[in-house]
């Protein structure tokens, strides 16, 4: 649905909104559809510096209802790195091949949507990294949304999701969900 163009441009005490103004902001800027996946095991992926890897599950797929409509993308990424010592887990958004929502590129610097600090010296910890997105993929069709895991490190290292980086059989080692969720919102 279109933004309704209808409206006053300013509203003041008493204005009283007609029949045909009322329909057309009833239409706006609404959630139209949900689209959610939780990932509750565990993964695990050796990247290279500067490079990425999809998580297994950790993807959704939404058919917009208009080619007008923004899909609002939610992250929610818990994990680790095998070592404890890399110092940050790094974020990237795919919608299908495509990068997106990541900052710009500049020299050897990897581009992220988002990252957040690992506890270093801390085997116990799992790090949480939380993003959201407005995309306009401008298209009718299915589209699937991935969360991929960058490495930020000057080398190749395992990162985890789901778990601390040691995943020793104890109280003090807990285990995490993360998750991904799309709405579609009218434009």
Do not use: C
């Not at 959704?60 to 993308?73: D, E, N, Y």
């Amino acid at each position: 649905m279109a933004t309704p163009t209808s409206l006053p441009a300013t509203f003041v005490a008493g204005n009283v909104l007609t029949a045909a103004q009322m329909n057309a902001l009833r239409g706006a800027f609404r959630i139209l559809q949900v689209v959610s996946t939780t990932k509750t095991d565990t993964f695990s992926a050796s990247i290279a510096s500067g490079a990425d890897a999809a998580v297994t599950g950790l993807s959704a797929t939404i058919t917009p209802s208009s080619a007008t409509s923004k899909i609002l993308v939610f992250l929610d990424v818990n994990g680790a790195d095998s070592t404890n010592t890399t110092g940050q887990l790094g974020l990237r958004l795919y919608r299908g091949a495509t990068e997106i929502g990541s900052g710009a590129a500049a020299s050897s610097r990897p581009t992220v949507i988002g990252a957040t600090r690992i506890a270093s010296g801390n085997p116990a910890s799992i790090a949480n990294a939380s993003v959201s997105y407005l995309d306009s993929p401008a298209t009718t069709s299915a589209t699937t949304y991935a969360v991929y895991l960058a490495s930020l490190n000057g080398s190749t290292t395992t990162y985890v999701v789901n778990r601390a980086s040691t995943d020793t059989d104890a109280v003090q080692y807990a285990r995490s969900s993360s998750h991904i969720t799309l709405m579609e919102v009218s434009a």
